[in-house]
């Protein structure tokens, strides 16, 4: 029976490297042509994440734990070395040191992905696989503030005469804010493993008001790359933010079978 750390590791770091490199990638579009040295760096990351999607294609769910240890902690350094970069790029932008089409939103927003990645990296290797109820919350009150944030840029980023889209990416946006304060609340107070029904009742919403953002993403992403829309929004940026919705809602499907199980 193939080890359960192996398939999550093998899992994060798969779905993850994919998200740094396109990280990597958008950063590069949004510098100017001055910011020749932070493109490259931008550019060296695509690079590190490519070769690490490649030999993530050498291991399989039978794969020697103590490798995929050693793979984790591999992979990592290249997350806390992302993470570095896209904290100094979000430094130079606040100190105008650098203009660029990068909202500081955005470059804080994907260095908060690269933190959780690494993270994720440190927690598998130190045998943390089973979800705890304040791990529930802080872990949704994360994924929860991405989307908000991702609504924020898609609006952002829509041509103000599509106005009717602006408006719906601003009403999900205050929708997620709503669910990071109401989140924040219940973090505070801190339920114990016994009060499963607000557990519950908490990834019930959170997961309705994903898939309404999911599909609105969905029908976003098929307008821009049938060229339907007016907007700055690349293809595969659509696409990136559909599949963290996607991510979000696999998540909250492992919390919720989780607190069934705790049930029995």
């Known amino acids: 029976m193939a080890n ?10 798969q779905f993850w490297s994919r998200i740094m490199k ?10 100017t042509y001055e910011q020749q040295q932070l493109i490259a760096e931008a550019q060296q990351f695509i690079t590190v994440f490519e070769r690490i999607e490649e030999k993530l294609s050498r291991f399989s769910a039978d794969t020697d734990i103590r490798q995929i240890q050693a ?16 904290r100094k790029v979000l430094g130079l932008t606040l100190r105008c040191e650098i203009r660029t089409n990068n909202f500081p939103l955005l470059v804080d927003h994907v260095s908060r992905e690269a933190a959780y990645f690494a993270n994720r990296l440190k927690e598998l290797n130190e045998g943390k ?29 829509l041509d103000p005469s599509e106005r009717k889209l602006v408006n719906q990416a601003n009403e999900f946006s205050h929708d997620f804010d709503q669910l990071v304060f109401q989140a924040v609340d219940l973090d505070s107070m801190r ?8 557990l519950d009742q908490f990834l019930d919403q959170n997961r309705v008001s994903v ?36 991510r979000f809602l ?14 029995q």
């Not at 750390?5 to 899992?11: A, E, P, Q, T």
């Not at 696999?250 to 049930?263: G, P, R, V, Y």
């Open 191 to 198: 339920p114990q493993s016994e009060t499963v029904p607000i």
């Open 129 to 157: 696989l089973a979800p705890q109820p304040d791990k529930i919350i802080q872990e949704n009150l994360f994924f929860l503030k991405i989307m908000a944030d991702h609504a924020k840029f898609i609006g952002h980023l």
């Open 4 to 13: 359960p750390i192996v398939v999550r590791s093998l899992d994060e770091i």
């Open 211 to 246: 898939i309404s953002l999911r599909d609105f993403k969905k029908t976003a992403r098929e307008l821009i790359e049938a060229c339907r829309i007016k907007s700055n929004i690349h293809p595969l940026l659509a696409d990136h933010t559909f599949r963290e919705a996607e």
């Open 22 to 31: 396109e990280h990597a990638l958008f950063l590069s579009l949004g510098f």
């Open 250 to 263: 696999e998540i909250i499907d492992l919390f919720d079978a989780h607190l069934t199980q705790s049930k």
């Open 71 to 86: 793979f984790n902690n591999e992979v990592y350094q290249a997350a806390v070395a992302i993470w570095s970069y896209k």
